[in-house]
């Protein structure tokens, strides 16, 4: 019966040979250590890595399982390794002005070298400065100048108080100041005193005082002066002999960094810096002021700011090439960096020596990873990278400082030049939002590396998919899988991809059928993972996510959802519909009826008219129209009304893989022709009549035939599918072996004069040239019941037209009588 649409047994699954690949168990295969299928993934992914103008940075795009996060970092941690170790960066004090810390930039490596120089070189500094200023001749020298200026001082006093005794005047040294004192015979003259005495004399003594008084003032000053003078040349001795001694240590270190010009001017900044400063230096050292510096670091509490202290913020000294950094939770801190604080007595601190940097400092002169979904989700940490890879320019600021969120005081560290490329990884709907509604991320993400989700069969991929076996089992240090093993992970590889000629390259799931297989070989104590083990494996998963399959299978069964798999009816047919959960896809029969009948508002989708129906599905049944005005609609018009329903359906139907059965519901409703039940029908339809190919072929038909074998397996069940999902079939055994046993047939179609035939065991018929079709023919049959309906609504119009004239004759005379 129709042999040439039915699908023979061997078109009906793909078995894996594997006949050019010698090996008996994976032990013997060599680990895959390349990529399979993602060409075009890698091609351009190496083409943004090897361009060096600024905006090319990466976005990969791809569905999750594919190893594309895997594979993009291989092929960064490949071309890292040939590329230069990038420099270290390290911030210090700014001696100019606090608040605006300095970025070093030094040779990998030699941060934390200089770092530990600096502590060296202020440790010796401070030991060799108190050993130089507790001297000997430093002692003497300056208490030479000591002496020497006291000596003036005294001299200026001796000869002030030598004059005022020659005036009778007294100079005497009070908690005020100097006072004056007349004195006559040696006796000090008090108030009264001084007011016996004539008045000539007393004008004479008040003269001389007030002399004496103008020489103190001018003693003073010229005291004063002496005392500046003194702490200049102090500091002067003290600085020449603090930049001898500083001088000498920091020679080597200027030999040493001369190649770094940061460092260079850095130390000659801290050089003056120390000759400036070098009592507080001293002073530090003092081992009580130490002992509480360390107290109030353990315990906290703020304490004396080291300024000649290097805060390393990245070290690449353990690098070997470029850094590849793989950041997993891109917050605005973790990416940029952060200044952290202390609090203490309920206010907070922070200096140069709490900035710490974030993954894009880390992966400078290399490569950050970025998934793309988790960056969105952080507040202001998309803006403020699109931000940085603009400006080339990395800045470490407090967030809160940043957007205007604080008005204290921040410090504001130097920026650091970013030369590093960015790869986010996200899939296609995000690449697409960004790509229509962000003008800049065009600009900044100019390269897209898309991976895909299969492989083309040929002898290579089959040989690349053996050693990505062989890769899992030694990297998990799984059981090995034997020769048959491998052929069911290859078979499973295209069931995942739902294609005769194309492999799976969905790595996520594939992995754990692998691992799962091994699990089920070791507890049945089976020495090589073997092909039942990879099925046990299957059929595991199967069932720890089929509950809803199951319930629904017994509501088949039980006859609660009500499926006819045998018998004949007229305007009822087997639809099959998928349904995925997300984890598991699974599909089932669906009971279709339609009803025809005289009316002009033609096919009506009752699913749409409850608001259950999908745009596609809507489109699915519009179409079926267009198919009627193009078989029938051109010798005569078409006046017919049709409902079409999913019996027993409660949710949301979408697709049009039911249109081809909806259309042969319809021919078998209107030429009054019952349906085999036994056959269910999946496909959609165009036109035409031709029958397109739709997606879950093989979950249909084997959840239609799971229904066939609990009610009973006749030899006259089987399934429908377009021709152009042949290539599609991956049926699991018991299928097959059905259909070996002519228990259960697949039939393929291109047409739906094919699939009625099938149906109904007649024939369309052919067209006459008067628009009639061959006589008892599908099509005729319908045409005749076209017309008839057309004769029939005719008919009634012009009886109902002809009531309507009698009836308004009739109202005429009536009034007429009555007037």
């Known amino acids: 019966m129709f042999k040439n649409c039915v699908v023979p047994a061997d078109k009906l699954q793909k078995r894996a040979k594997l006949k050019n690949i010698d090996f008996k168990t994976t032990k013997d295969i060599d680990p895959l250590a390349t990529v399979i299928g993602q060409d075009r993934a890698v091609s351009s992914i ?22 594309r996060t895997t594979i993009v970092r291989d092929l960064l941690q490949r071309m890292a390794a040939n590329r230069p170790v990038p420099n270290d960066w390290a911030f210090v004090y700014n001696f100019q002005d606090a608040d605006y810390p300095k970025a070093l930039q030094l040779p990998p490596g030699k941060a934390c070298q200089f770092d530990q120089d600096m502590q060296r070189l202020i440790s010796s500094l401070k030991k060799d400065l108190l050993k130089t200023f507790d001297s000997k001749n430093f002692l003497e020298r300056r208490n030479q100048i000591v002496e020497r200026i006291q000596t003036q001082k005294q001299n200026l006093y001796n000869e002030l108080e030598k004059e005022a005794g020659n005036l009778n005047i007294r100079i005497k040294n009070t908690s005020m100041g100097f006072a004056t004192v007349p004195v006559k015979d040696d006796q000090e003259l008090n108030a009264q005193a001084l007011n016996q005495l004539p008045e000539e004399e007393q004008q004479t003594i008040q003269k001389n005082m007030n002399h004496i008084q103008k020489r103190i003032q001018d003693a003073v000053r010229r005291a004063n002066h002496l005392d500046r003078e003194l702490h200049d040349e102090l500091e002067k001795v003290t600085s020449e002999v603090a930049r001898y001694v500083v001088d000498n240590h920091t020679e080597s270190l200027l030999e040493k960094y001369a190649d770094c010009p940061d460092v260079l001017q850095y130390l000659k900044e801290a050089t003056e810096h120390i000759i400036r400063h070098v009592e507080e230096l001293i002073g530090s050292s003092n081992e009580d002021e130490q002992s509480d510096q360390n107290q109030q670091k353990q315990s906290g509490l703020p304490y004396k700011l080291n300024k000649y202290e290097v805060n390393v913020v990245r070290d690449n000294a353990r690098l070997q090439g470029a850094p590849v950094i793989y950041e997993a939770n891109p ?10 604080k202390k609090a203490f007595q309920g206010f907070v601190y922070t200096d140069y020596t709490m900035i710490r940097a974030g993954s894009l400092l880390e992966a400078n002169g290399g490569y950050l990873m970025l998934d793309a979904i988790q960056l969105l989700k952080q507040p202001f940490a998309y803006e403020a990278l699109k931000r940085a890879l603009r400006s080339g320019k990395l800045r470490i600021e407090d967030i809160n400082e940043l957007y205007g969120f604080s008005t204290s005081t921040a410090l504001r560290p130097s920026s650091i030049p970013l030369h590093l490329k960015v790869v986010l990884i996200g899939s296609v709907h995000t690449y697409r939002l960004l790509y229509n509604y962000d003008e800049e991320f065009r600009k900044i993400f100019k390269v897209r590396a898309d991976f895909d989700t299969q492989a083309k069969n040929t002898s290579k991929t089959q040989q690349q998919y053996v050693q990505f076996v062989a890769r899992v089992v030694k990297e998990e240090e799984l059981r090995h899988f034997d020769r048959e093993g491998v052929a069911a992970i290859v078979e499973y590889g295209h069931r995942t991809a739902d ?14 059928i692998i691992r799962e297989a091994s699990f089920w070989a070791e507890k049945s104590r089976h020495k090589l993972v073997s092909r039942r083990d990879v099925y046990k494996a299957i059929d595991q998963k199967r069932y720890r996510h089929n509950l809803s399959e199951e319930h629904i299978h017994d509501a088949i069964d039980e006859h609660t959802i009500e499926v006819d798999v045998s018998g004949f009816k007229t305007g009822q047919i087997n639809g099959l ?20 009948y005289i009316g002009s508002r033609g096919i009506i989708n009752i699913e749409r008219e409850a608001k ?16 009627f005005s193009h078989r029938f609609g051109a010798n005569m018009p078409l006046s017919f009304s049709a409902s079409i329903t999913f019996e027993q359906s409660y949710g949301l139907v979408d697709g049009d893989s039911a249109s081809s059965a909806e259309l042969y519901g319809l021919l078998s409703s209107l030429a009054d022709v019952p349906v085999n039940q036994g056959i269910a029908v999946t496909g959609s339809v165009n036109q035409k009549g031709e029958v397109q190919a739709i997606g879950g072929v093989n979950e249909k038909i084997e959840g ?3 229904v066939c074998k609990t009610r009973g397996l006749t030899g006259d069940q089987g399934v429908i599918i377009p021709r152009s999902n042949m290539k599609h079939l991956l049926l699991d055994d018991a299928v097959v ?15 739906i004069e094919d699939g009625i035939r099938i149906l109904t065991g007649k024939s369309c018929g052919f067209e006459h040239k008067d628009g009639s079709f061959t006589e008892d023919s599908i099509f005729e049959r319908v045409r005749l019941r076209l017309v008839r309906f057309a004769r029939t609504a005719h008919k009634f119009r012009k009886s109902l037209s002809a009531d309507t004239g009698s009836k308004q004759d009739t109202d005429k005379s009536d009034d007429n009588q009555e007037e």
């Not at 294609?499 to 754990?512: A, C, D, N, P």
């Not at 999908?614 to 079926?624: A, E, R, S, T």
């Not at 072996?737 to 047409?751: C, L, M, R, S």
């Open 577 to 596: 519909v998928i349904y995925n959960l997300g984890d598991y896809a699974f599909g089932r029969p669906s009971k279709i009826t339609i009803n025809t």
């Open 331 to 340: 917050t605005y801190n973790n990416l940029f960096g952060r200044i952290e």
């Open 704 to 706: 239609f035939f799971r």
């Open 612 to 627: 259950m129906s999908g745009k596609i599905h809507d489109k699915g049944v519009l179409v079926l129209g267009g198919y």
């Open 737 to 751: 072996q059905a259909v070996k046993d002519e228990k259960f047939t697949i039939w393929a179609v291109d047409h």
């Open 46 to 67: 190496n083409f943004a890595l090897e361009i060096g103008d600024a905006g090319y940075n990466l976005f990969v795009t791809g569905s999750y399982g594919t190893g």
């Open 499 to 512: 294609h005769q000629k194309r492999l799976s390259i969905q790595f996520g799931e594939l992995v754990k």
